[in-house]
């Protein structure tokens, strides 16, 4: 039962999906820069070019040729092994910080994409929501008990309708003066 509850979990995770609309908005918001940066670099090739073309070619060389002279004389063959080791070392330590990067990346482009698609739909915010809760929770309550008393005041009499709406009234009016 274990695989169909991860297939289940797997198939019903929104996760891929907010981070595909993430990955969209991020790159249209960075394709709106394009023309500016075209811009740029039009204003700047013809200075690049001719500083290439004014380039000597034989200087190039020289200074090539010399730091791969520098990096072969830096060698020392009795540490060969011991520096690929290391460098090895490094290296798995370094895929593992990416592993981390890449997770966290995700995450943050899912949390983009999540609240891109919130505003493409026009819905408000959770956090707002749980920011409004916060601050007005009496509010919150209220609203909650309403739908209650409606419910039950459809099956009791009418008049017994505006008593509870008088008393969430009235309680509402009291913790507002104890706030004050």
Request: no cysteine.
């Amino acid at each position: 039962m274990a695989i169909a509850d991860d297939l289940k979990k797997t198939l019903t995770d929104p996760t891929p999906l907010y981070f595909a609309a993430g990955t969209a908005d991020l790159a249209v918001q960075q394709a709106k820069k394009v023309p500016d940066l075209i811009e740029q670099l039009r204003a700047e090739a013809p200075a690049r070019i001719e500083a290439v073309k004014n380039t000597d070619p034989k200087a190039v060389q020289e200074a090539v040729t010399a730091k791969v002279a520098e990096v072969f004389g830096a060698i020392d063959p009795k540490k060969l092994g011991e520096t690929a080791q290391d460098l090895a070392l490094r290296g798995v330590g370094v895929a593992a910080e990416y592993a981390v990067r890449a997770k966290e990346t995700y995450d943050k482009v899912a949390e983009h994409g999540e609240q891109a698609v919130r505003s493409w739909r026009g819905e408000v915010s959770a956090e707002i929501v749980d920011i409004a809760v916060a601050v007005e929770p009496e509010a919150a309550t209220a609203q909650a008990a309403e739908p209650a008393a409606e419910a039950d005041a459809d099956e009791k009499p009418a008049a017994k309708k505006s008593p509870a709406r008088r008393s969430t009234a009235k309680k509402a009016a009291v913790t507002a003066d104890d706030a004050s």
